[in-house]
């Protein structure tokens, strides 16, 4: 493997790029590594009852607007965090997306989805708790769901890291 470092004082943000012929373990290592070291937050601050508690990003199932305060849900909880969606967009990794003006949906938590002509309907592992699709960004999570699978085919090692 070669490796290659450039320096320049004028990059004002760090970009990494891999380039291979083939993923290998080595390169898997290496991705799933930069991966956990990238500017995205593990866990977020949510408070529920004047407790805060620190919720991990891969545990919250989805965020969404309620009456101006957003809210992370859990399997069974719900916590007000201090973020507006937009900052959550912003701040979260590719595993979440926008699904409607008001939810954003943990890519990686999604069990079914139920699909009619006038809804979408997203259930998820081990809970109650469902949200919908709006058409507007049907196509979108289409899209993604797709390229996840897509990936998860192509380098079935990865399978656990990018979800189904």
């Known amino acids: 493997m070669k490796v290659k470092l450039e320096l320049d004082p004028d990059q004002k943000e760090t970009e990494i790029t891999i380039h291979a012929g083939q993923l290998t373990p080595e390169i898997e290592r290496i991705y799933q590594q930069l991966q956990m070291d990238s500017d995205h937050p593990d866990q977020i601050e949510g408070m529920m009852d004047n407790t805060s508690y620190y919720l991990s990003i891969n545990d919250i199932l989805f965020f969404e607007t309620d009456a101006k305060q957003v809210m992370a849900h859990t399997t069974r909880n719900a916590y007000f965090v201090k973020y ?3 900052e959550l967009e912003n701040l979260l990794g590719g595993q979440f997306m926008r699904i409607s003006k008001s939810t954003i949906l943990n890519l990686d938590q999604i069990y079914a989805i139920t699909k009619s002509i006038s809804n979408c309907q ?13 058409r507007r960004y049907y196509r979108d ?17 990865l399978e656990g890291f990018f979800g189904a």
């Open 141 to 157: 999570l289409n899209d993604r769901l797709k390229e996840r699978r897509a990936l998860s085919w192509e380098r079935p090692v």
């Open 122 to 134: 997203i259930k998820f592992h081990d809970s109650y708790k469902t949200v919908y699709v709006s």
């Open 84 to 86: 507006k969606l937009y």
